[in-house]
């Protein structure tokens, strides 16, 4: 267990809006990955980093950027929220075998 | 690129049924293996995992064996309980970079 919690846990906001989601890790993991899942889709990765200030992009990260100025903590922003930006979002930090994803509880995002 | 599939749902079950659900994979190296559940309203946790050609991984009376041969990770467990209602992921590892592929999931509903 990597100690990941995920702030807010639910959020509504309105189409337009700035939105800061965050992830904290009390493991020290160097990894940490963020992800939107969605019917029908699965897991999409959005960004991930692999240290301080050292992130990339994953599959689907038009929309989103993301910082990373602390190990522990990892925040992705959707700088102008958008309907299609609606879904849940999990972080996950990488385990030290360098392989196992350790999840959160995830962020329910509803933007209107 | 790295993909994988997995059988679509929702797999319906009766209780102490047999359970199989299948994944294979596509790999441009030598990939780690790995299944994750998911129960309602939580993230993924890691479920069991294989690291190389024939190993069996095993937890809470699931299964699954890496076979290189069928490029395949199927999962299995030989009588289902109602708490194992889940959505099950399929996902490999692969080096060098370790960013992880997932595949779309598979709901598993069992009735008592």
């Known amino acids: 267990d990597a100690g990941i919690t995920q702030s807010p846990r639910h959020k509504v906001t309105e189409t337009g809006t700035p939105v800061t989601l965050r992830c904290h890790q009390t493991e020290n993991h160097r990894y940490m990955y963020w992800y939107r899942q969605d019917p029908g889709h699965g897991l999409r990765l959005i960004h991930y980093?692999?240290?301080?200030?050292?992130?990339d992009k994953g599959e689907v990260s038009d929309g989103y950027s993301v910082s990373r100025s602390k190990t522990e903590d990892f925040l992705l922003t959707l700088e102008s929220a958008t309907s299609s930006q609606t879904s849940v979002y999990f972080c996950?930090?990488?385990?030290?075998?360098?392989?196992?994803?350790?999840f959160g509880p995830g962020t329910r995002l509803l933007v209107l | 690129g790295n993909s994988v599939t997995q059988m679509e749902g929702p797999v319906t079950l009766s209780e102490e049924a047999f359970l199989t659900i299948n994944c294979t994979y596509t790999?441009?190296?030598?990939?780690?293996l790995f299944w994750y559940v998911q129960y309602p309203g939580e993230g993924l946790q890691l479920l069991l995992k294989a690291t190389k050609a024939d190993d069996k991984g095993s937890n809470k009376g699931f299964e699954a064996t890496y076979r290189k041969e069928t490029t395949s990770f199927h999962l299995e467990k030989g009588s289902v309980q109602v708490s194992d209602s889940a959505v099950y992921f399929c996902a490999l590892s692969d080096r060098p970079s370790n960013i992880p592929t997932f595949g779309r999931g598979t709901s598993l509903i069992v009735h008592p």
């Open positions: 790999a441009t190296g030598y990939p780690s």
């Open positions: 980093s692999y240290g301080v200030k050292d992130t």
């Open positions: 996950a930090a990488q385990g030290v075998d360098q392989e196992t994803q350790y």
